[in-house]
């Protein structure tokens, strides 16, 4: 594994010297680091992190690596071939498709939640709404439905 001497892994690369399984955890890797990364941005402010906030965090962490590691499994881990391409295409093709749907239903509930909610307890736009255990819940299976589906289209192409 190459983390800092660029050049070497250029020259691993040039000479696909690189296995399966190698490919794997630096994917593995990227995936944790961009989700942790996003996952800090919600604690820049204190004031309005939650509990909820903290299983969000835990869940989604977790459901990306477990999705990263269950895909690379699909593919037929270290004897799989084309790890990278399959995981990342097919990834995309499916969140994309999960975020047509995804989209109009959580603008209406969020709406929906946020009126009800400012309505429900007299209070003034605002101030804050914190995360909630209900879109927590609904989120985590919402990701773990596209992993699903990823593992699924993953594995197909795989045996084909």
């Known amino acids: 594994m190459f983390f800092w001497k660029i050049k070497d892994l250029k020259n691993a690369l040039i000479h696909r010297e690189l296995s399966e399984k190698q490919v794997f955890i630096y994917i593995l890797i990227f995936v944790l ?6 996952e800090i941005t919600r604690y820049l402010h204190p004031d309005r992190v939650g509990f909820w906030d903290y299983v969000d965090s835990f869940l989604s962490i977790s459901i990306v690596l477990c999705g990263t590691v269950f895909s690379y499994r699909a593919n037929g881990g270290s004897s799989g071939v084309d790890f990278s391409a399959r995981f990342f295409s ?4 499916v969140t994309i498709r999960h975020m047509f749907f995804l989209i109009p239903i959580a603008l209406i ?6 009126y009800s909610y400012i309505k429900g307890m007299g209070i003034n736009t605002g101030q804050v709404v914190m995360t909630g255990g209900v879109e927590v819940v609904l989120l985590g299976i919402w990701c773990i439905n596209i992993y699903q589906s990823i593992v699924k289209n ?4 795989s045996r084909a």
Not at 33 to 38: C, D
Not at 154 to 157: E, F, L
């Open 90 to 93: 097919i990834s995309l093709v």
């Open 154 to 157: 993953i594995s197909d192409v």
């Open 33 to 38: 680091l961009s989700i942790v990364a996003m």
């Open 109 to 114: 509930f969020y709406a929906y939640t946020t």
